[in-house]
């Protein structure tokens, strides 16, 4: 069974390649242009996966790692931040967030897929 | 499984004009050229930059762009662009199309095609002009406070004029910068301004020239104009400027380009300029010629002061004077004055002393006191002179021996002075032969009239007016001088045979007026004196006479007289008189040597009345000597109680100290100097005005804490200038932060698809299109490259780097960082070894950083080694030390080794120096990475490390990092 992975990403061009390296690994890809929807969509879908951009519009990144936790059951779903914010202190807040691991763009496609695994290996 | 519709932008065509798009969007140039130099590309930024458009550049020679002067850089560029090395921040000048020089910092890399091979560059060109520009003029005006501060310092500090215009001049050009500095006085006869102080004129310029004040041609310039109309003239062009005509070749050939004049005030009236010439155009601005304007206002400040001073050193020399002029008094005083010290040394006497005793004045000069007195008077006087030296003041009567033997008797009187911080006596001696002769007749005569006294009885005479009844009382008679009484009795009738009676000023008396014919004939009279002499003999007394008839009930009347001998009253009073009279010569002596000292003097009793006040002290009070004499001081000045003066003069009076205080009497609203020393009588006061000095004092005081005041308000100023200089910096940083955020997110999207598609994921691509999609997958790595570099600087700058301690396996990161130069050790036939000792593990720090420090030295290494190897060794270090302030720590030594070109031992120190190696190290070969360096230093110092080069030339380097096992928390 393919895994399921929420993305939740305001720019279509990021969006568009995050969902074709990911659907070309086998991973099924829903995704959402800001945080409300993307909340919404992770409570209906249960995804094995969120990748979540912190710069989004309205509620940012942070504010939907904090939601997203706050739901029961989406406690153990690993949420990896991939975001452009490369200042002091970003990886700490997104992991104060709750986020389960940390990506800095520009991806790199060689490695993309072997990092989101690193931080959410694959079920059995 | 369809995905999201893909965008259009798999089309290469597309992706590139979108990239051109990003590069469009650049604040700064981004230019792209060959390896001949020929321009590629050239975005919007770099047509509004230097004026010319793509159009008119693409395919030209970038060279126009350059300077003549400048040519030789863009050979060096290529030369580093071709060996594949990066030109980072490098600052220079380049040309635009209308001629502007502009100030630019110049970042370029290499472009490499899909093969690897370099066939261009990209260049980055930003506008640094304006804070070039700020920077410049921060500078200034730092410079401009710091000449300023060094001014007011002078200011204080001078102690004549000309020593303070030399300072200032000197100040002008050695702190701020000015080519030259001059003062220039006022000279109203020739009508010119001639220069008084003058620095930075090595060629005389400034004794070729005449400035004028009138309004002719070379009245006309910057100074001549400032003195003229009384205000600052400023001249920012002076080779274009026509006021400046009649010196402009001398000036030109002399660098100056700017001058700035300024009026200088004494007393509130123009006295003169002061000028200074800048090297450079335009260089007078607001703020320029405030702050100088302010120094010519201090000029004038210190001028007014120095008139002050001078006006002090006047009326200095007029009591030096006074002084002299009672010098002269004293000699030509009759009494003898002398002045020796506590050895009995004379310093000074009077002429008369000289003549007195008989010396000479050499003679004089090796005497003591002492030798003027002889037998017991020496005892006494020495007992004395011991008395005004520690006492005060004292007395003495005693002999004084001339050189002939002779001794007449002298009244002496001493006061205790201190001259030179010396204890001293003054003296004054008066001769009393006179005195004392007048006193030996004085007591004889009273002794005499005491004897008299005891044995007088009141003479009495009874007579009828009309009948022959007449009475002499024996005392009568015996005043008369009859011891036999009866005779007298017998005689008493032919009295007018024996005796002759006169008034007291000799005028003989006719009997008819004698007075018993007098009181016979009713006249009433009370104490007459009458001399009565025998005709006889020189028998004479004088007689007091009293008479008057008294009439009884029944009709007779009676005459009476009374008589007592007054003689030796009247002896002893002319005597009397004469000794007052005596007295108050000696006394009058005194009070004219007092009179002539400019001191005033006063002695007062132990009752506080005025015993003495010499004329100065007269004239200070504004009273008349006779109306104080006698009176009590603070009856007559009660607004002097309560004053310290009281509390001085009481305290001197109580406990007999001698007391010396300065103080104010507000009543007079002047100050006095005043010495209270102890006398017999009571105290004596010398006091003197000191108003004026302290007026002086206190106008120096003033100025003083006035300037102070003012060098606290500058280095405010520049305190505050600074400030905003570093908001400007950290407004850059941010900047920087935000823009390379930007520039990432369009990055995300180039890397990311070039890498899809060179994957084959999208589809199969043919040789060509593989190739020219590395092409532009390379670029965009290089840019990446490039934002972060400047991340990294603007996080440093701004104090934003945070270091991260988490457990991490240092053998793995050596690994993974070899792992990355691998290839390319390996294409340039390097061997590349990694040798960690056994006892090495986990460290706690910053991964990422201690990789990124490790990942570029490897990447120096091998970049500078042609042949041979590279290799990296770790091993521990028991006791890392990274600073004296610290403890040692346990840590690791991480040593990388490379074969090749090494580094020339002069330009080690400078190697891990931010920027110097761009700055300078063009003309060099193969020197270090200049910025990288910089980088990998501070941040092994953030990781409580070390790092050191040890090289040689042509051998090889070895870089040398040390970390310690834990990394400490950042110090504050």
């Known amino acids: 069974m393919s895994r399921h992975v929420l993305l939740i990403e305001d720019n279509a061009q990021n969006r568009y390649l995050a969902t074709f390296l990911l659907e070309h690994h086998g991973y099924s890809v829903t995704f959402a242009e800001d945080g409300p929807r993307g909340i919404a969509l992770a409570q209906a879908g249960a995804p094995d996966l969120i990748l979540l951009d912190i710069q989004l519009p309205g509620m940012d990144g942070h504010a939907v790692a904090r939601a997203l936790r706050g739901i029961p059951a989406l406690q153990a779903t690993p949420i990896i931040a991939v975001t452009s914010y490369a200042m002091v202190g970003d990886r700490e807040k997104a992991m104060a967030a709750g986020c389960t691991g940390y990506l800095e763009k520009p991806i790199n496609p060689d490695t993309f897929i072997a990092d989101i695994e690193r931080f959410a290996p694959p079920a059995r | ?972």
Request: net charge neutral; charged share 30%.
């Open chain 2, 1 to 972: 499984m369809p995905g999201p519709t893909p965008p259009d932008s798999t089309d290469p065509a597309v992706m590139a004009a979108r990239l051109a798009a990003i590069v469009d969007s650049s604040f700064d140039a981004i230019i792209s050229k060959d390896l001949d130099g020929l321009v590629r590309s050239w975005n919007q930024a770099a047509e509004a930059m230097f004026g010319y458009t793509a159009a008119e550049m693409v395919g030209t020679s970038i060279r126009r762009l350059i300077p003549p002067e400048r040519q030789g850089e863009e050979d060096e560029i290529l030369a580093r662009l071709r060996r594949g090395e990066r030109v980072g921040h490098f600052e220079t000048e380049r040309l635009t199309k209308d001629g502007r020089r502009l100030e630019v910092s110049i970042t370029a890399s290499p472009i490499r095609d899909g093969a690897g091979r370099i066939v261009g560059a990209s260049k980055i060109a930003r506008d640094i002009s304006a804070a070039k520009r700020r920077e410049r003029e921060v500078g200034r005006l730092s410079r401009l406070y710091a000449g300023l501060s060094q001014v007011n310092q002078a200011i204080v500090m001078s102690a004549t004029r000309d020593e303070l215009f030399g300072k200032v001049c000197r100040v002008l050009v050695e702190f701020s910068g000015f080519k030259m500095a001059w003062i220039g006085e006022h000279d109203p006869a020739r009508r010119q301004l001639l220069p008084v102080a003058l620095h930075g004129d090595q060629e005389d310029y400034l004794r070729n020239i005449t400035v004028y004040t009138d309004d002719r041609p070379e009245g006309r310039g910057p100074t001549g104009t400032a003195f003229r109309e009384d205000q600052p003239f400023i001249c920012n062009d002076l080779v274009n400027d026509s006021v400046a005509w009649p010196w402009r070749d001398r000036m030109q050939a002399r660098g100056l380009r700017a001058s700035a004049a300024f009026p200088i005030h004494c007393q509130g009236r123009p006295w003169g300029t002061l000028s200074v010439y800048a090297d450079e155009p335009f260089f007078f601005r607001d703020r320029e010629i405030a702050l100088l304007r302010e120094a010519a206002g201090d000029l004038s400040f210190a001028m007014d002061n120095f008139g002050r001073e001078e006006r002090r050193r006047q009326a200095e020399h007029k009591v030096r004077q006074e002084l002299d002029f009672s010098a002269a008094l004293i000699n030509s005083l009759p009494g003898v004055i002398y002045f020796y010290d506590e050895s009995g040394k004379f310093l000074r006497w009077n002429d008369n002393f000289e003549r007195v005793t008989g010396y000479t004045g050499a003679e004089l000069a090796t005497m003591h006191p002492l030798d003027f007195f002889g037998g017991e008077d020496r005892e006494r006087v020495a007992a004395r002179i011991g008395e005004v030296f520690t006492r005060g003041e004292s007395s003495v009567e005693a002999g004084f021996r001339a050189k002939d033997g002779r001794v007449t008797p002298y009244y002496f009187t001493g006061v205790r002075t201190f001259f030179e911080g010396r204890p001293c006596l003054i003296g004054v001696g008066l001769d009393i032969s006179e005195r004392r002769q007048a006193e030996a007749a004085l007591r004889e005569s009273q002794e005499r009239l005491a004897v008299i006294v005891e044995n007088l009885r009141e003479g009495l005479i009874v007579a009828d007016p009309a009948g022959d009844f007449l009475h002499w009382n024996p005392a009568a008679l015996r005043m008369l001088g009859f011891t036999d009484l009866a005779e007298g009795r017998r005689r008493q009738r032919e009295f007018d045979t024996i005796f002759t009676l006169h008034t007291l000023d000799g005028q003989p008396l006719p009997p008819a007026e004698w007075p018993l014919a007098r009181a016979r004939r009713g006249d009433t009279y009370d104490q007459v004196g009458l001399q009565v002499r025998r005709r006889d003999s020189d028998w004479a007394r004088v007689f007091s006479y009293s008479g008057s008839r008294v009439t009884h009930a029944d009709g007779r009347a009676l005459a009476f007289v009374t008589l007592r001998d007054i003689t030796e009253r009247v002896r002893g009073e002319q005597e009397r008189r004469r000794l007052l009279e005596a007295e108050r010569a000696a006394h009058r002596q005194v009070d004219q040597i007092l009179a002539s000292v400019t001191d005033a003097f006063v002695t007062l009793d132990r009752d506080w009345r005025y015993l003495y006040l010499n004329d100065r002290a007269a004239q200070i009070f504004g009273r008349r000597k006779e109306d104080l004499l006698g009176k009590h001081i603070w009856t007559e000045f009660p607004e002097g109680v309560g004053q310290p003066f009281q509390r001085a003069y009481e305290r001197a009076m109580r406990e007999r100290v001698e007391i010396r205080f300065e103080e104010y009497y507000p009543p007079y609203d002047k100050w006095f100097e005043n010495r209270i020393y102890p006398s017999a009588e009571g105290i004596s006061i010398v006091f003197q005005d000191i108003s004026e000095r302290k007026q002086a004092e206190r106008a120096l005081r003033e100025a003083h804490e006035q300037l102070e005041q003012k060098v606290a308000q500058r280095t405010e100023e520049l305190r505050e200038a600074l400030d905003r200089a570093e908001a400007a910096d950290r407004v850059k940083s941010a900047f920087l932060a935000t823009m390379s955020h930007e520039l990432r997110t369009p990055l995300n999207s180039i890397i990311g698809f070039t890498g899809i598609m060179l994957q084959g994921l999208a589809g199969p691509l043919n040789a060509e299109q593989t190739k020219q999609l590395g092409m532009v997958r390379g670029s965009a790595r290089h840019l990446l490259e490039l934002i972060n570099d400047v991340l990294d600087i603007s996080k440093i700058e701004a104090g934003q780097f945070e270091v991260h301690a988490e457990p991490f396996d240092l053998r793995a990161s050596l690994e993974r960082v070899a792992g990355l130069v691998r290839p390319m050790a390996e294409k340039k036939g390097l061997a590349l070894s990694v040798t960690v000792a056994p006892e090495i593990g986990t460290l706690v720090g910053d991964r990422r950083r201690t990789e990124q420090i490790l990942l570029n030295l490897l990447n120096n290494a091998v970049k500078f080694t042609d042949r041979g190897s590279v290799s990296v060794t770790a091993e521990p270090v028991p006791r890392l030390q990274a600073s004296p302030e610290v403890t040692p720590v346990p840590g690791v030594a991480v040593r990388i080794a490379d074969t090749g070109v090494g580094i020339r031992p002069e330009d080690l120190p400078k190697l891990f120096q931010p920027f110097r190696q761009v700055d300078s190290g063009l003309a060099r070969v193969h020197e270090g990475t200049g910025l990288g360096l910089a980088i990998c230093r501070r941040l092994s110092a953030m990781l409580g490390g070390t790092i050191s080069v040890a090289s040689e030339r042509s051998r090889g380097s070895v870089f040398t990092v040390t970390l310690p096992l834990q990394t400490p928390p950042p110090t504050a």
